[in-house]
């Protein structure tokens, strides 16, 4: 993983690391120190950046759409037009049990 960039990466162990869940796609922070010594900066359940071994990940490359979701960048929403009319209250009645 290129350290100049945020990446996500796919947890496929969590020895010792009650933060992550296996079979979950975390974020992936720059950090060239920690890449140096076999680790990567992940933002894990807690919502904190911490250091796991790099082979408790395999990284990933998102859609460009699911990256703006993951970071909370979304594209300007599109305007759409619906011939659905607004829900309106039904005229009948459900019978009552016991009566």
Same mark, same amino acid.
């Given at each position: 993983? =290129?350290?100049?960039? #945020? *990446?996500?990466?796919?947890? +496929? @162990?969590?020895?010792?690391? &009650?933060? %992550?869940?296996?079979?979950?796609?975390?974020?992936?922070?720059?950090?060239? =120190?920690?890449?140096? #010594? *076999?680790?990567?900066?992940? +933002? @894990?359940?807690?919502?904190? &950046?911490? %250091?796991?071994?790099?082979?408790?990940?395999?990284?990933?490359?998102?859609?460009?759409?699911?990256?703006?979701?993951?970071?909370?960048?979304?594209?300007?929403?599109?305007?759409?037009?619906?011939?659905?009319?607004?829900?309106?209250?039904?005229?009948?009645?459900?019978?009552?049990?016991?009566?």
């Amino acid at each position: 993983m =290129p350290p100049r960039e #945020t *990446g996500f990466a796919l947890c +496929i @162990d969590n020895r010792r690391a &009650d933060d %992550l869940e296996i079979r979950k796609v975390y974020r992936v922070l720059p950090d060239k =120190p920690a890449a140096a #010594t *076999g680790y990567v900066r992940v +933002i @894990d359940e807690s919502g904190d &950046d911490y %250091l796991y071994p790099s082979n408790y990940f395999v990284f990933v490359e998102l859609p460009q759409k699911a990256k703006r979701v993951w970071t909370g960048r979304r594209a300007p929403a599109k305007r759409l037009t619906s011939s659905n009319k607004p829900l309106q209250r039904s005229r009948t009645r459900v019978a009552r049990a016991g009566r």
